[in-house]
């Protein structure tokens, strides 16, 4: 069975640091590419940040770009998501979710639970 | 790139049809023939239910259903059943490995 459990979420000032982690099991992790996807309260979801199954290709959204880092250890079957220079409009529930890209399609086909990130004063 | 565009609630009476539509541009609904379909209930993570714009992951009921007519894509549910009452949301390819989701619409079972 596919899992995958996000952790590091919690409240921290603007300004401040996250690192969000991601552990996989149930499938071969080093074979798949990864996303964040984030979901501010009350809100739809926002596509954060893509990287592929061997950390060679990585994109990140405009509202991200230059402050959120995205990293995968596939020895360790973990995803992360280091976050700085935090704003209150990154507060949200940040998801990983597995994509299936390539020849004909694009779809995220497994998510986490979620982990929520509060940036407030 | 700007969210693809979701009514923002619908309804339905059980066993009656719904078609929630999701518009964007030649950029992302309209350039690629990769747009998905998630289901969100409150507090859950979101579910895959439509892939491709028509293809149902193996679990789905085929009561999901998905098409695509230029720059919107939809979604029709048939059969209304109380447990489809949640939240749906359309994502697309818009290029550079980059998803971009529709705002969102709320299912209402009448």
């Given at each position: 069975e596919v899992q995958l459990v996000e952790s590091g979420g919690g409240l921290v000032q603007p300004g401040g640091s996250l690192r969000l982690s991601c552990a996989a099991s149930g499938?071969?992790?080093?074979?798949y590419s990864m996303n964040w996807v984030r979901q501010a309260p009350g809100k739809g979801l926002e596509w954060v940040s893509y990287i592929s199954s061997s950390s060679s290709t990585i994109y990140y959204a405009d509202s991200v770009k230059g402050r959120f880092t995205i990293s995968r250890d596939n020895a360790k079957n973990s995803l992360y998501l280091q976050m700085n220079s935090?704003?209150?409009?990154?507060?949200a529930v940040y998801y990983c979710a597995r994509v299936r890209v390539g020849a004909n399609k694009y779809y995220f086909d497994y998510w986490g639970q979620g982990t929520l990130v509060t940036v407030s004063s | 790139q700007s969210a693809l565009t979701q009514p923002r609630s619908v309804s339905g009476s059980p066993g009656q049809s719904v078609t929630i539509s999701c518009t964007g541009t030649s950029s992302d609904v309209g350039g690629y023939n990769y747009v998905s379909w998630y289901q969100q209930h409150p507090g859950k993570a979101p579910k895959l239910?439509?892939?491709?714009?028509?293809k149902r992951p193996s679990g789905?009921?085929?009561?999901f259903s998905g098409s695509k007519s230029g720059n919107t894509a939809s979604l029709t549910i048939s059969g209304?059943?109380?447990?489809?009452e949640a939240d749906y949301y359309c994502c697309s390819y818009a290029g550079s490995y980059a998803g971009v989701f529709g705002g969102g619409t709320k299912l209402t079972v009448l």
């Amino acid at each position: 069975e596919v899992q995958l459990v996000e952790s590091g979420g919690g409240l921290v000032q603007p300004g401040g640091s996250l690192r969000l982690s991601c552990a996989a099991s149930g499938f071969t992790f080093s074979s798949y590419s990864m996303n964040w996807v984030r979901q501010a309260p009350g809100k739809g979801l926002e596509w954060v940040s893509y990287i592929s199954s061997s950390s060679s290709t990585i994109y990140y959204a405009d509202s991200v770009k230059g402050r959120f880092t995205i990293s995968r250890d596939n020895a360790k079957n973990s995803l992360y998501l280091q976050m700085n220079s935090l704003r209150d409009e990154d507060t949200a529930v940040y998801y990983c979710a597995r994509v299936r890209v390539g020849a004909n399609k694009y779809y995220f086909d497994y998510w986490g639970q979620g982990t929520l990130v509060t940036v407030s004063s | 790139q700007s969210a693809l565009t979701q009514p923002r609630s619908v309804s339905g009476s059980p066993g009656q049809s719904v078609t929630i539509s999701c518009t964007g541009t030649s950029s992302d609904v309209g350039g690629y023939n990769y747009v998905s379909w998630y289901q969100q209930h409150p507090g859950k993570a979101p579910k895959l239910m439509i892939y491709d714009v028509s293809k149902r992951p193996s679990g789905v009921p085929d009561r999901f259903s998905g098409s695509k007519s230029g720059n919107t894509a939809s979604l029709t549910i048939s059969g209304l059943q109380a447990e489809d009452e949640a939240d749906y949301y359309c994502c697309s390819y818009a290029g550079s490995y980059a998803g971009v989701f529709g705002g969102g619409t709320k299912l209402t079972v009448l």
